[in-house]
């Protein structure tokens, strides 16, 4: 059994922090936040551990879900919607909306996305968020008149395989997602945007730069996501998994979050969360939600809090 302090302790310090001396701020949404800048936690995954925030539920299907469908390159929400995953709907939701002046109930639109393919074509796409440029990075080749057109995308993740097979001691295992020539295309410019990968004594360390975090619902989610990743990329490269460093930018609470904030911050961590890969699949794009099975979670019960658009 692991000594010393739990990891989540560094979650939960995080949370009172910003909570106690995070800087008052309108945001986008129009909610307000309290937020602080620059934020650090460390986790080791030797021996199956993750960071999987137990003070409250975590569904962590549902994050290895999105996870899984960032690595198809797909950006439209029909392929979550149809498997009961509601974490990008209200965005599409809001833009239908907004640009059709129909006051259409977000359970009626979800459920037009899932039995319309049509429709889910037309309002389900996000704009070329993660997935896109996790495994499709836009390339554009010049032609005759100072012209360019559209050459073969980059996929990122499968570079990345390559290179901590073939070149460990490198420094550009990296997972970039924020394109800025499309940003203005997204339905949410990323968030969790920058990945990079370090390979030292036969083990695999992944750090995250988030620029925009939203502790209490968001950061459970990132921990967990970026975990796996390591965890599936140590897999494909015969590394064993060693050390996530997660590094946040602006790291806020909403306001209208301080009942959540107030209990979970009353509850103590409990139990060590392990995680089995119980297949190696032939890549890295090959998982399936079968693959993972998570031992030893106890969480306490969910805490429910508004999404902020």
């Known amino acids: 059994m692991a000594s010393g302090p739990h990891w989540e302790e560094q979650y939960l310090a995080l949370m009172r922090r910003v909570w106690l001396e995070g800087d008052e701020r309108v945001d986008r949404t129009g909610v307000g936040t309290r937020s602080v800048f620059g934020a650090t936690i460390r986790c080791d995954l030797a021996d199956g551990a993750m960071p999987l925030v137990t003070t409250k539920r975590v569904y962590w299907k549902t994050a290895t879900r999105e996870l899984l469908w960032f690595l198809t390159g797909d950006t439209n929400i029909r392929p979550l919607v149809l498997q009961g995953v509601k974490i990008w709907n209200e965005w599409p939701h809001a833009r239908y909306c907004r640009e059709t002046g129909e006051a259409l109930p ?7 996305i899932a039995e319309d393919a049509d429709f889910a074509a037309r309002w389900g796409d996000l704009g070329p968020v993660y997935g896109k440029q996790w495994v499709d990075w836009a390339t554009y080749q010049p032609v005759k008149g100072g012209l360019y057109r559209k050459g073969p995308g980059i996929n990122q993740v499968a570079e990345v395989v390559e290179s901590l097979r073939s070149n460990p001691g490198s420094r550009r295992h990296i997972i970039e997602g924020w394109n800025v020539a499309e940003l203005d295309r997204m339905a949410l410019p990323p968030c969790h945007k920058t990945y990079q990968f370090h390979v030292a004594n036969g083990r ?3 750090l995250l730069y988030q620029r925009s975090c939203d502790v209490a619902l968001g950061l459970p989610f990132n921990l967990w996501s970026a975990a796996l990743l390591v965890r599936m990329l140590a897999q494909q490269a015969d590394l064993e998994p060693g050390e996530l460093v997660w590094m946040g930018g602006d790291t806020h609470l909403y306001r209208n979050h301080a009942d959540l904030v107030a209990e979970q911050l009353s ?14 699949p032939a890549s890295i ?4 939600i079968e693959d993972f099975a998570v031992r030893d979670y106890t969480p306490h019960g969910a805490i429910s809090a508004p999404v902020a658009v």
């Open 106 to 112: 977000l359970d009626a639109f979800v459920q037009r």
């Open 204 to 206: 695999l360390n992944g």
């Open 267 to 280: 509850r103590q961590p409990q139990g060590a969360p392990r995680l089995d890969i119980v297949r190696r």
């Open 285 to 288: 794009f090959d998982y399936r």
